[in-house]
Structures are given as structure tokens and as C-alpha cells.
């Protein structure tokens, strides 16, 4: 149903045009031997594995779900799922950007990155099962032990054990505060483990023969709250010394959740009987550590937003070239034709626009953001390092947050293409919408990116983390002020900037008198900031498009048609946004919640 064929053009653009990829790595030892060919190459056989294999089963496996059998206590993943798993572990897809010493191929992570939206382009319930395996592995490779590390980490890399994050409970979600699991030492010094997690993705399934749950858990006399908080590894089966699978663990899934999508991931009600665990870094430092995996899941699911955007624009994209509708305000189009096909019309165009707009901006987005991380993890300059490491935790929820509300406004606007045909389930499109819609929520829903972004990424540090991108943007508005092919994206993007900077201060004097003016500002605060990111960058790619517009090839035509686009059509929201950033909390908390 429908078609995906991966983007391969643009993130070539975007690898080798836009951030100069092969340059950036030869300054990282771990990389200086990657080529822009090989990257190529990679992405190439990704995007077989991703159209061929996995597409096909995105339709079947929303339509037939998962399977609980209450007496094994085993979920059975949809038709073809499995198949399709043992194909991309015997391929070394997930070993792509592991170490080496645990049996990986040390690809820089932005290779990994552009394969993760293909495969969730392609199928977003299915890459669920190994991309929360991948945010195990880095969170055991950070904080494990050395026997941990030697007996996971090349299980993990390989793919043939697969991860979780445990979490929620029914009563903590957000507030990981309240979390009551609890975990008693033992003489041998393992811990056991009693609780019941809720809403735990790939908590089980039929795909790998083991699966590493992560567990946040209490110790005896723990702190109240986050500071009391501890992190567990609890294997499904407990692995002998040599790597094989010994006895099975008080770990069980004791139903699957009815949901509105992504009906091929299995969510799990996890109960813990007393599990067998072993403790990951120090007692109460468990929220530290996990940390490591909640970031790389929002980048993840940062990623799921644009792979759906990017599937959902290719299949609107295709509609509204062959559906036929009314004529053109402007003169008939194809008088070959009944009537003209609905691409002609300006609001068929705008909803298609938008969507490529919001893909186009957030691939250009995230591919910088990895090249961080791989700087992040690989510089031998640890002030590179550090900085690199700044600008992904002040850019990491604009990730999570950004990309996926722009994802449901686009999933719908491509869905709205099809007219009623997109309500009706056989032309798919109403799946992309229901799988964009959690998206939103996990990993600490839009609204919590937001406080995290205002509140301890920006005001937290003094806005020192936003200067230094700001400065990076001021020096690009600097360098290009004084060309007037530049002026229709500079003028906006220089002026924007201003404008975050004082917004930025203003709230900062009114957090000071009432904290609640921070929650008040921080959703819209957080949209403007993403649009400062995405001015910035759609300035960068109109810059190599202008240079290269008369090259003959219509890239660079249709790449500056959407940047500008994008200027005229998407940023002035912003202006919007603004007013309501500055707007307060007092018309937000006058009502008292009794009279609502
Ligand atoms: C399909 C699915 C898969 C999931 N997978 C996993 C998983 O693998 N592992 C796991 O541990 N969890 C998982 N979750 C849980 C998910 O992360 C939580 O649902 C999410 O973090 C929100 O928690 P909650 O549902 O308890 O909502 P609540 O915390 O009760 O929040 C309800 C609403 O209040 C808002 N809110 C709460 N506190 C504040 C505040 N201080 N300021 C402003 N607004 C606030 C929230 O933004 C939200 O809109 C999954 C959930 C679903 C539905």
C-alpha cells in the first residue's frame, strides 16, 4: 500500500553539501578513514532493507497487531516482524555504529542516523523493537560495569538481545519522583526486584532471545523522589558466564496495551516478582545514568517524527499529481484531462509544501545534531568536546518536540490531500496520523521538552548554551548580511534572533518573581526557538542552491522554492508565538479550578 522510496538525493545534500561530513570526521581518529562513498554506499543497501523489507509489513502490522497469550505470558509480534528482525541482524544493520571492541562496525553515528529515518519512514512500529536496543546499548556502554559491558555490550551491538526502559508506573509517569518499585540487596550482590512498570515498549516479544530491561527502582532507606531513585539491569533470562541464555527471570509481561497506534509495538505491563538485577553505577544515581538512554530515545523519537513526515509527504506528494478536481483559478492545466490534478490548487500545495518543508528543515536539523554527537564522543579536543556537548543538550528537546508537533501538523495536512479517501483506511494515510500522534507524548511528553528547554537548558545556565548557538547564527547573518541574493533569508533569520535574545531575557526577569510565568511560556517559547533552528538552516541550504541554481539540475530549484517557501509561509508564525510567549500566566491561572 502506498510507496516509500528513501530520500537518498536530499541526504546527500544534507551529509556532503550542507555539513561537509567527510571533512568533520578526518578531524575524529575514530572516522578520518570515512569517505563520502562509503556513506553512500551504506545508505544505499539501507534503503533496500528499508523500502523492501520493512515497508511491507508497516499496513499488516497495524492491521493485525500484536498477540498476549495469557498463559506463556509471550507476545507474538505481527506476521513478518520476526523475519524481517532476523534479516536485519544477519545484515550487521544494528551493529552499524557500535564499538568495535563489542563486535561493532564503528560507523559514526550520522550514518546511523539517516538509516533511522528510513526504517522509520518505513515502518515506525517495527524500528522501535531495535532502536530502544541501541539506547540500552549506549546507556550500559557509559555507565555498565566491565562485566556487564562484557557480557551485554556484544549481544546488544549484534542485535540479537534487544532492550527496554522501564520506567512508568500507573501512578508515574512524568513525576519519576513517585516511583515505588523496590529493590532489596542480596548476599551475592544482586538485588531483587518487586514492582509493576506500565506502558513498557517491546517489554516483550518474539523477535530476539533475550531482552535487557532497564529498571528504575528504590533501595531500601532511599531518599524521596528523583534523588532516590536507582537504576537496574534485569535481563529477561539471567546469561550464564559464556554468554548463553540460562534461567528465566521474574520478569513477565502481564498484558498488552489497546492503543491508538503503532499497533505493531508491542506496550507491555511489566511485573517484576521478585527479579534478579544487578545495580548500574551508584545506588540513588539511577535517574543520572538513565539519562543516557532517555536522551538518545528522544532523539529517536525526534527521528520517528521526521521519518513519518517524510513518508506521509511522498504518498500525498503522489495523490495529488494523479487525483483530478475542479480546474485551476488561474486556466486550465490539462485539457487532456476532465479536470486538472489537485497539485494545481494553492491550499493542495501549501499542505504539501509544509510538509516537505518540515521534513527537508528537520533531516538538515537532526544530521547536525549527530555530526555533534559523533564530535561529542570523538574529538581530541575536550573543548570540542564540551561545546559539542552543549549545544546537544540545549538542542535535544527541540528534537523531541519541534519535529514531532510539525510531524502531526503534517501527517494531517498530507492526510487532508486525500480528501475523504485519507479517512478511509485502505489508502493508509489515517496510519501515519495515528502513529504520529504518540510521538508527541513519550519520552516526556512535548510540554515537559518544553519546561526542560526554558526552564533548566536556558534559564538555568543563563542563557549561556543559547548564546553560543546564537552567536554561530550571528556570525552566518555577519557573513552573508552584505549579499543581496541572501537578503530574503538573512533580513528574517538575523531579525529573529534578536528577538529570542530579548524574549529570552524578559522571561528570565519574570521567572525571577513567579516560576509559573516559565510553564506559562516555555510551549510557545519552544516553537520559536525551533524555528530559529530551521531559519538557520534553511538559510545555509539556500545559500549552496542559489550558487548552484543554474547547475542544470532542478535539486537546487526545488530546494530554494522550499526554503523560500518555508520564509514566507512557516516562520511568521513566529510573530504569533511571540505574543503568546509574552502573554503570562495570569489569564492562564486566574480561574480557579473549581470554576472551570
Ligand atoms: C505507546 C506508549 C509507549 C510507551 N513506552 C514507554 C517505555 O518504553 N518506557 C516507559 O517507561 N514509559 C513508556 N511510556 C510512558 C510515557 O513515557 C508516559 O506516558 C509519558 O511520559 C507521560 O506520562 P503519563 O502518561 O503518566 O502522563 P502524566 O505524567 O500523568 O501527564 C499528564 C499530562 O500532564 C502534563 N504534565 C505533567 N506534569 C506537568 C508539569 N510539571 N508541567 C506541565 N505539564 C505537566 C503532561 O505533559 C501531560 O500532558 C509509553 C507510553 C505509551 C502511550
Keep these: 500500500m502506498g510507496q516509500y522510496v528513501a530520500p537518498l538525493r536530499d541526504m546527500h545534500f544534507v551529509l556532503h553539501e550542507l555539513l561537509q561530513v567527510e571533512d568533520e ?38 492491521k493485525e497487531g500484536c498477540h498476549y497469550n495469557k498463559e506463556t505470558q509471550t507476545v507474538t509480534t505481527p506476521k513478518g516482524f520476526k523475519e524481517a528482525y532476523k534479516q536485519y541482524v544477519e545484515a550487521g544493520w544494528a551493529a552499524l555504529a557500535c564499538d568495535p571492541e563489542y563486535g561493532g562496525q ?71 519522583g513517585l516511583l515505588r518499585s523496590k529493590a532489596i540487596p542480596q548476599a551475592d550482590g544482586s538485588w531483587s526486584i518487586t514492582g509493576s512498570k506500565i506502558f513498557i515498549s517491546a517489554g516483550e516479544h518474539d523477535m530476539a532471545e533475550n531482552i535487557i530491561h532497564l529498571v528504575l527502582a528504590r533501595v531500601p532507606d532511599a531518599p524521596e523522589g528523583s534523588k532516590g531513585i536507582s537504576l537496574f539491569l534485569v535481563p529477561k533470562f539471567i546469561p550464564n558466564a559464556d554468554g548463553t541464555l540460562g534461567k528465566r527471570n521474574g520478569i513477565t509481561c502481564g498484558a498488552i496495551e489497546e492503543k491508538m497506534g503503532i499497533h505493531g509495538n508491542s506496550t507491555c505491563q511489566m511485573n517484576l516478582d521478585g527479579a534478579t538485577a544487578w545495580i548500574i553505577g551508584q545506588p540513588n544515581k539511577g535517574l543520572n545514568a538513565m539519562f543516557v538512554f532517555m536522551n538518545a530515545a528522544r532523539l529517536g523519537v525526534g527521528m520517528q517524527g521526521l521519518g513519518i513526515t517524510e513518508v506521509a509527504y511522498q504518498n500525498a506528494l503522489a495523490y495529488a499529481k494523479d487525483r483530478l478536481q475542479m480546474r485551476s483559478l488561474s486556466g486550465v492545466k490539462a485539457s487532456d484531462k476532465p479536470a486538472d490534478p489537485i497539485i494545481v490548487h494553492p491550499d493542495v500545495r501549501r499542505m504539501l509544501l509544509t510538509a516537505k518543508a518540515y521534513a527537508e528543515g528537520a533531516r538538515a536539523f537532526t544530521s547536525y545534531v549527530a555530526m555533534l554527537i559523533d564530535r ?125 535574545t530579548k524574549l529570552t531575557m524578559e522571561l528570565a526577569m519574570k521567572a525571577f518573581q513567579n516560576q509559573d510565568e516559565v510553564g506559562a511560556a516555555s510551549v510557545p ?43 514566507a509561509r512557516l516562520l511568521p508564525e513566529t510573530a504569533g508565538l511571540i505574543r503568546q510567549a509574552r502573554a503570562g500566566s495570569a489569564t492562564l491561572m486566574a480561574l480557579d479550578a473549581d470554576l472551570f
Design 25 to 62: 570526521l578526518k578531524q575524529l581518529p575514530a572516522h578520518a578513514e570515512m569517505d563520502a562513498d562509503t556513506i553512500n554506499q551504506v545508505l544505499e543497501e539501507g534503503s533496500k532493507f528499508a523500502s523492501n523489507i520493512l515497508f511491507p509489513l508497516n499496513h499488516s502490522g497495524d
Design 106 to 176: 564503528g560507523l559514526p553515528l550520522i550514518v546511523n542516523n539517516s538509516f533511522y529515518e528510513m526504517i522509520n519512514s518505513a515502518n515506525q512500529a517495527w524500528s522501535m523493537y531495535p532502536g530502544l536496543g541501541h539506547g540500552a546499548y549506549e546507556c550500559l556502554q557509559e555507565h555498565g560495569s566491565e562485566e556487564m559491558k562484557r557480557l551485554y555490550l556484544p549481544k546488544l551491538t549484534s542485535g540479537e538481545w534487544t532492550g527496554t526502559m522501564c520506567l512508568t508506573e500507573s501512578h508515574c509517569g512524568t513525576d519519576l
Design 376 to 500: 561529542e564522543l570523538s574529538h581530541p579536543d575536550a573543548d570540542v568536546k564540551k561545546d559539542a556537548a552543549d549545544q546537544v543538550a540545549l538542542l535535544t528537546p527541540i528534537i523531541k518536540a519541534f519535529i514531532t508537533d510539525n510531524a502531526w501538523i503534517a501527517t494531517s495536512d498530507c492526510l487532508q490531500c486525500y480528501g475523504g479517501h485519507g479517512f478511509i483506511k485502505e489508502w493508509g494515510m489515517e496510519q501515519y496520523v495515528r502513529d504520529a500522534r504518540i510521538n508527541l507524548i513519550y519520552e516526556g511528553t512535548n510540554g515537559i521538552q518544553a519546561l526542560d528547554l526554558l526552564g533548566r537548558k536556558i534559564l538555568l545556565d543563563n542563557g549561556a548554551k543559547l548564546r553560543k548557538f546564537g552567536a554561530q547564527i550571528q556570525e552566518f547573518v555577519e557573513e552573508n548580511g552584505l549579499d543581496e541574493a541572501m537578503t530574503e533569508f538573512v533580513t528574517p533569520l538575523g531579525d529573529l534572533g534578536d528577538k529570542v
Design 525 to 567: 517559547y519552544l516553537r520559536i526557538v525551533g524555528h530559529l533552528v530551521y531559519a538557520y538552516f534553511f538559510a545555509r541550504m539556500a545559500k549552496i542552491a542559489l550558487a548552484k541554481q543554474d547547475s542544470g539540475d532542478d535539486f537546487y530549484k526545488a530546494k530554494l522554492a522550499t526554503a523560500r517557501f518555508y520564509f
